[in-house]
């Protein structure tokens, strides 16, 4: 296929800006540009087709099953975006009045509400935007009240093996060093191996919960109470509260911060590096350290204030706010029973798919599982010589997404399979039986999985390839620099 800047050609561009109904504004002579962007020109509807054709060459979740583990590829209600349309909230200007702006100011303070009352936290912030930028927020916080008392031997961050990978990526992004736990012979943390690792060095503990083996850990109430014992935070890496909301809190589990990934559990599309809004809640002693600027309620309406002893700002402005916009909506359409059973049938539709494959793969740890399960195909391999990376191509043949592959690390040859609760039993019984029958052919014919996929637009991508030397921009006149 032919990029964009192939295809254009001089003097095809169209007019994308409509005429100026301001005063016109000439920049300062030392910020303009020496010479024009060169951007493609094409006429619209070969840029319409050219858009169209490359996302036929790719699987996304309006094409069919997708089900990308600790990843949450789920469909969102429409109606969400089309809120998000509304010209009231795109036609805003970060800058403009706060008088100005009070449904904005509202919505804010509305959706900071409504998910301190899922997760049981005191406040609240939207402005880091992923959940990895959410979780740095929330060390930041608990670094500046270790601070804040003048309790500077706490040097560490005790991270399980089990946690999701920026886990110990954040508190080492933090100036912490990261002190791993292992995990027992059930998937959750090992309990005489936290109390081994806890002392007055621990500045906190980073729970992902529901692990990334799919595991609520049962002993969460002792963890928190460990580590509380020991003068640390405990955080709650609530990505995928897809599999709790609704149903238990992290703030009534000994929790001081959380962090939701609201473009994974509350509906705003991702993939493809999209806003995202890796909100944090935190308990009221942590509160005067969130970032600035928060939404208060006033007299007349809703200001913005600075909390006292503020980490700073983390992104300018709010966040991704149209994304914190879908939030709400999906919160005030679903409502307290809606979430609920959103969560119940994530867990509900991976439970049903792991017992509809157990007799055939094995499953990394057994059990109920909550939101997403993890099969390992480590025996297969070696008995068949069928990695996980041939079973995950073979499903794009049956027009269904791979799952998450090769992670967590703790589990050889891992496929992390997260159906989630927007799909049907049809659908979960189809995905069932395309991955049996992969695993038939893995015995009758093996050879034929190796090549997958045969049949769509692009073949076995070489991955390694692409990390180690990517090609990010268009080589214009073919000089490379
Ligand atoms: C996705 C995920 C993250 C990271 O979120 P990003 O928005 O990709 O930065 C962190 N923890 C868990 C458990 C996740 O599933």
């Known amino acids: 296929m032919k990029l964009s800047f192939e295809k254009s050609r001089d ?110 936290m005191d406040a609240m912030t939207f402005q880091p935007a992923a959940g990895a930028h959410g979780e740095f927020t929330g060390v930041l916080l608990i670094k500046a009240w270790h601070d804040a008392r003048g309790d500077k031997k706490r040097a560490k961050i005790i991270v399980p093996d089990s946690a999701h990978g920026t886990n110990p990526a954040t508190a080492s992004m933090t100036g912490y060093q990261v002190v791993n736990v292992p995990s027992d012979s059930e998937g959750g943390v090992d309990m005489a191996a936290l109390r081994e690792a806890v002392g007055d060095d621990t500045a906190g503990l980073m729970l992902t919960n529901p692990n ?135 867990v509900l539709n991976a439970n049903y798919m792991m017992k509809g494959l157990s007799d055939v793969y094995d499953v990394a740890y057994p059990g109920i599982c909550m939101h997403e399960f993890v099969l390992t195909l480590e025996k297969l391999k070696k008995e068949r010589g069928v990695s996980a990376m041939d079973v995950a191509k073979s499903m794009l043949d049956y027009g269904m997404h791979p799952p998450t592959m090769y992670f967590p690390l703790i589990v050889k040859e891992a496929l992390m399979i997260e159906p989630t609760e927007t799909e049907s039993r049809e659908t979960l019984d189809q995905a069932i039986a395309v991955l049996r029958e992969i695993r038939a052919r893995a015995d009758s014919d093996p050879g034929s999985l190796h090549d997958a996929p045969l049949n769509t637009p692009v073949r076995r991508l070489d991955e390694v390839g692409a990390a180690r030397h990517p090609v990010l921009k268009y080589n214009f006149d073919g000089v490379s620099d």
Do not use: W
């Not at 920049?27 to 010479?35: A, D, H, N, Q, V």
């Not at 094409?63 to 949450?72: E, I, R, V």
């Not at 589990?253 to 609201?262: E, I, R, T």
């Open 212 to 346: 990334t083996l799919g595991i609520f850990d049962k002993n969460i109430l002792e963890i928190t109470r460990v580590v509380h014992e020991a003068g640390g935070l405990n955080y709650y890496d609530g990505a995928n509260l897809n599999a709790v909301m609704g149903i238990a809190r992290p703030g009534d589990m000994g929790f001081d911060v959380v962090h939701l990934n609201l473009h994974k559990t509350f509906s705003t599309p991702h993939g493809g590096g999209g806003p995202g809004s890796g909100a944090v809640g935190c308990k009221a002693r942590l509160e005067p350290f969130l970032p600035k600027p928060r939404v208060v309620r006033c007299k007349d309406g809703f200001a913005f204030s600075d909390p006292e002893r503020s980490v700073g700002s983390v992104k300018a402005f709010y966040g991704n706010f149209l994304v914190t916009l879908r939030a709400l909506v999906y919160m005030l359409t679903l409502g307290a029973d809606g979430l609920r059973d959103a969560a119940q049938n994530a």
């Open 11 to 120: 003097g095809r561009s169209f007019p994308i800006l409509p005429p100026l109904d301001v005063p016109r504004e000439d920049l300062p002579e030392g910020l303009l540009r020496k010479s024009p962007p060169r951007l493609p020109q094409m006429a619209q509807p070969d840029i319409s087709r050219h858009y169209t054709e490359l996302a036929k060459r790719t699987h996304g979740v309006n094409d069919g099953f997708y089900p990308l583990g600790s990843c949450t590829m789920k469909y969102n209600p429409k109606l969400n975006d089309e809120m998000a349309a509304l010209p009231g909230f795109t036609g805003i200007h970060p800058l403009q009045p706060p008088e100005t702006a009070q449904g904005c100011l509202e919505v804010l303070f509305a959706a900071e509400r409504l998910l301190c009352l899922i997760t049981g």
